[in-house]
């Protein structure tokens, strides 16, 4: 198999994987509540200083800090400490993955405290460059701050020392921050939603909010509902694309619409996805498996919006996913002027920011309310306007002398100024930044479309080096210009994966069971012989459609008799179905964490090799003959005697009795807990309160079939083996099966033990055909090929002694060919000279050589 089937193979696993563990791993409200500590406190900042209609704040997300990759943390420090120091924000908020948490070939996967302690360095150095106040500074888990973390507050989870929300002691799994100035309030409302105990990826690439989680989320949100000039934003770090819903079939978004809220600021996804990672959600559209655009469908009810201050605020939401500063070094400032949300993007892979602009005022119509700003549009002269300035944010490390701003009418096929007016500064004492504002005519830009009207804004400064924002649409009347997804950001924004689950789950399981099922039922029933042989001469004169059918047909009838590849099946559909809980660990986070199935598995792997030398030592085959490149290795590279410990397999048995033992114990963890839920529910319904979806516990019949099949696989009873295993063992494949019994009284004559004789007889027949009428006994070749490497020639006399005195006499059709590397060996050929059987003859002698190409070959074909 090459490379690139290999990463699809293995990518199509991950995937499965991530798939599967989704409804398995959530954690219960009740060890969440029990595992956190619920933090109902709001911390209150007042901003102080002008201008005092605007509140900005930054966004880090996805740092990814290595020690495989250090010029992320110098990228970090170099650069983000002086932009903070120039913006001033009043929050700064790092939406998780803060450490990569990845071995160097990205295979191994859990917390590294090298990097946890990078990451407090370079934040304390950032802090300190910055001139900021520590106490502004959030920052939440990812997914990747949880590998392989068996605990929440454990030995292992340096989170919970390392992060700067546990250096403040910020306890709990949701934090919040009201800012006030200038008679407005803003709530931010952070969130932890990753899983209490850290998977290992990919299996945690889902947060997994839980009905706590929700609750403390809208209690926190709740804080504020009887103010009218306020601005709710949340924060965290899995979009909701990737958060699961609650056993009660809630999630996040049920409580974001019941808030009203602005924003829902994320990250997770990358900007290798796209740039347009967003999503705007409205109540009366719901998506319960996908949505096609950053908009789904029309919002209703737009003119029956009242004006009134008890008027029941809009069900909506953004959602915005901001790139990574892993590879895009990416860097977002969210302004809030006048409950109007804006925000620009920054990257910094091209170095440092000289000026940095974000219009505040008037709003990108691409990414504004659809609902709210049609209403503020119609109710501005009961409310008093906040639309008869141009207003925007400029930062800068120098001093600028001019603004101005621009607007362009696209309509023409050439876009022509419509206005370019210039813009004043906002003075003010303890200013803590620079708003820049101009007065203008907006009721002059109404207009039916939302994208034919773009602000630019132009900053000049006193080193005459100017600058501009992105050229971007607005729409005064509240009207959204339309944005469409590419396929890789539907893939991730689009659908949800949540709901998607049990469809891809259970559509997998139809897939791989009509594997499994099919070539088995067309094997048994149906008539026609789809073999090679049988296909390949009605190939010609044949139209495509027959061939397709034909080569269906032929695959689906090959697959039963693909031993390895139909068991591996079979076992990979019972893993889906019955073992999300076979995974565990064996020791505790006091001792070194050690995976129970990787043990076993490498164990029976350690095993299996161990005897295969030994097999292959006792058929006195050499090391370097199934290994061609590995030649120079020792001949002898294990000694063992007759009554080695190996040949019982003992070692075999017992890792099969410590599996049972794991499926045993996880097996009873898995009953008694959903037994307790069961109750839980069942008492949930006698109160009459809503008992959510509960998961039944499977049947203890089907566990012990499991276990039965389990040990028949395990122990390799009654399967078939391929070609080159019996190769390896030293079985041709021309033995018929009543010759096993015959080849044990023989070993029995020579002394072997009886478990011994059982081992090879049962090898013998995985190789063997059965005895029948059609059976190899009567099949004859018209030619053969000894092929033989000439440097190994010499640890084979009798081969030699064939080939140097029955050359040129009486087996004239035996050609001989010599090929690197290559063992003794047989090619046995048709009558068309093409290749029927390959049979090692590695220990045979030369008068059993002779006698064999007596019974089996009939001369018909000139060998070349």
């Known amino acids: 198999m090459d490379v690139a089937k290999w990463w699809f193979l293995h990518l199509l696993v991950m995937v499965f994987v991530a798939i599967l563990v989704l409804p398995f791993s959530r954690s219960s409200p009740e060890s969440e509540a029990e595992g956190r500590t619920r933090r109902l406190r709001g911390n209150v900042i007042e901003v102080e200083g002008e201008p005092k209609s605007v509140v900005w704040v930054v966004q880090l997300s996805d740092l990814h800090l290595s020690v495989h990759h250090p010029e992320r943390a110098y990228d970090l420090r170099r650069y983000v400490g002086p932009a903070l120091a120039m913006i001033n924000p009043s929050l700064v908020l790092i939406t998780g993955d803060l450490t990569d948490g990845k071995s160097k070939d990205l295979l191994t996967m859990k917390q590294d405290e090298i990097e946890w302690i990078e990451y407090q360095n370079v934040l304390d150095n950032v802090i300190q460059r910055s001139g900021l106040n520590k106490e502004i500074f959030y920052d939440l888990r990812g997914n990747h701050d949880c590998f392989g973390v068996p605990k929440?507050?454990?030995?292992?989870?340096?989170?919970?020392?390392?992060?700067?929300?546990?250096?403040?002691?910020?306890?709990?799994?949701?934090?919040?921050?009201?800012?006030?100035?200038?008679?407005?309030?803003?709530?931010?409302?952070?969130?932890?939603?990753?899983?209490?105990?850290?998977?290992?990826?990919?299996?945690?690439?889902?947060?997994?909010?839980?009905?706590?989680?929700?609750?403390?989320?809208?209690?926190?949100?709740?804080?504020?509902d009887v103010e009218s000039a306020i601005t709710k934003i949340a924060f965290g770090h899995f979009p909701l694309s990737f958060s699961a819903l609650t056993d009660d079939g809630k999630g996040l978004k049920d409580v974001f619409l019941k808030h009203s809220l602005s924003a829902y600021l994320c990250g997770h996804l990358h900007a290798k996805f796209g740039k347009n990672i967003k999503r705007h959600h409205q109540s009366n559209h719901p998506t319960k498996y996908y949505q096609f655009n950053i908009h789904q469908g029309f919002p209703t009810n737009m003119d029956e919006q009242s004006c009134s201050s008890k008027a029941n605020s809009s069900k909506e939401f953004w959602e915005w996913e901001m790139g990574d500063w892993r590879w895009s070094r990416a860097m977002r400032i969210l302004a809030i002027d006048s409950g109007h949300v804006s925000y620009v993007d920054l990257d910094f892979r091209l170095g440092s920011k000289e000026t940095i602009i974000l219009p505040t005022f008037p709003l990108d119509s691409r990414f504004m309310q659809r609902i709210s700003s049609v209403r503020d549009f119609k109710c501005q002269p009961k409310r008093g306007s906040s639309y008869e300035l141009i207003r925007t944010l400029i930062f800068s490390r120098t001093e600028i002398v001019l603004v101005s701003a621009k607007v362009y009418d696209t309509r023409p096929e050439t876009p022509i100024v419509v206005l370019d007016s210039s813009m004043r500064k906002i003075e003010g004492n303890g200013s803590r930044g620079d708003l820049y504002v101009a007065p203008w005519n907006w009721r002059a830009f109404e207009d039916p479309s939302p994208s034919r009207y773009r602000l630019q804004i132009e900053a000049i400064d006193i080193f005459g080096k100017t600058s501009y924002s992105e050229l971007r649409p607005f729409s005064i009347n509240g009207l959204t210009a339309q944005v469409s997804w590419t396929w890789r950001e539907f893939f991730v924004m689009g659908c949800q994966w949540a709901s998607i689950y049990w469809p891809a789950f259970w559509s997998a399981i139809l897939f791989l069971s009509s594997l499994l099922l099919v070539p088995q039922v067309l094997l048994l029933c149906w008539k026609k012989n789809y073999s090679y042989e049988y296909v390949r001469p009605n190939f010609a004169g044949r139209s495509l459609r027959e061939h397709l059918v034909d080569g269906a047909f032929l695959a689906l009838m090959e697959l039963p008799r693909m031993t390895v590849v139909w068991f591996g099946i079979l076992m990979y559909l019972l893993y889906l179905l019955f073992f999300p809980w076979f995974f565990g660990h064996v020791f505790t986070e006091r001792g070194i964490v050690a995976y129970m199935t990787y043990q076993v598995i490498g164990a029976m792997a350690a095993e299996r090799t161990t005897y295969r030398k030994y097999h292959l030592l006792l058929s006195g085959k050499k090391e370097d003959d199934s290994l061609e490149h590995n030649y120079g290795q020792t001949k002898n590279a294990i000694s063992c005697d007759s009554n080695c410990i190996w040949r019982r397999r003992w070692i075999r048995k017992f890792l099969f009795l410590i599996t049972v033992v794991i499926l045993w114990k996880h097996w009873k963890i898995v009953f008694y807990t959903r037994h307790n839920r069961h109750l839980r529910g069942r008492a949930k319904m006698l109160s009459g309160e809503p008992s959510g979806r509960q998961m039944i516990p499977q049947s203890a019949a089907l566990r012990c079939f499991l276990v039965l099949l389990l040990a028949s696989a395990t122990l390799g009873l009654g399967e078939r083996l391929g070609a080159k295993e019996c190769e390896d063992l030293g079985f041709t494949g021309l033995a018929l099966c009543s010759d096993c019994n015959t080849l044990g009284e023989y070993v029995k004559d020579k002394g072997a033990s009886s478990s011994s004789q059982l081992e090879l007889v049962s090898d013998c027949r995985k190789c063997c055909l059965e005895d029948s009428d059609d059976s190899l006994s009567k099949v004859t070749f018209s030619g053969a090929i000894l092929e033989v490497c000439m440097r190994k020639l010499m640890f084979y006399p009798e081969v030699a002694a064939f080939i140097e005195e029955e050359e040129k006499d009486e087996f004239s059709y035996v050609k001989f060919k010599y090929a690197y590397a290559s063992p003794p060996k047989l090619i046995m050929l048709d009558s068309e000279g093409n290749q029927k059987e390959t049979i090692r003859i590695d220990n045979w002698k030369h008068e059993h050589i002779q006698q064999f190409l007596k019974e089996k070959m009939k001369p018909g074909v000139s060998v070349s």
């Open 152 to 224: 929440a507050g454990g030995a292992y989870d340096y989170y919970q020392k390392y992060s700067i929300n546990a250096k403040l002691r910020r306890d709990g799994n949701v934090q919040s921050i009201t800012l006030q100035n200038g008679g407005w309030k803003h709530l931010f409302v952070g969130f932890d939603s990753a899983m209490e105990t850290g998977l290992r990826g990919p299996t945690n690439l889902f947060g997994h909010p839980t009905n706590q989680l929700l609750a403390n989320i809208d209690l926190e949100l709740s804080q504020c």
